[in-house]
């Protein structure tokens, strides 16, 4: 049910990307499921805040795409994790073909 009210199909991911909020240094997260829309991934030991915007990096098959992303939702799992679900903002036309190939596949 929920998937049909998604406005991009999702490519389940098991990749460590990287996430930089603008202003601070580069963090590692988990990538949980991907789309030309956005990603979903988990991170550990710092919060994102929403409507935070981001450069992260992270890959569709063989290519590394850096995009800039707003983050739309998150939630916080335990004391120490959060879900997060970004936007993209900004991402290379190339890329969004590459994860919107991935996605018909």
Known sequence: MGSERRKYPRIPTEQVISVA???TAERLAYGKNIS???ICFEVVGFELDLGEVLRVT??????TVVAVARVNWATEL???T???????V???PGA???LQ???LD
């Not at 992270?58 to 290519?63: A, K, M, T």
């Not at 959060?82 to 993209?88: A, C, D, L, P, T």
């Open 21 to 23: 909020p603008l202003s």
């Open 36 to 38: 030309p829309g956005g």
């Open 58 to 63: 992270f890959n569709v098959e063989d290519e």
């Open 78 to 80: 335990d004391a120490f």
């Open 82 to 88: 959060q879900e997060v679900g970004i936007e993209f």
């Open 90 to 92: 900004e991402i290379d």
């Open 96 to 98: 969004l073909r590459g």
């Open 101 to 103: 190939e991935t996605a």
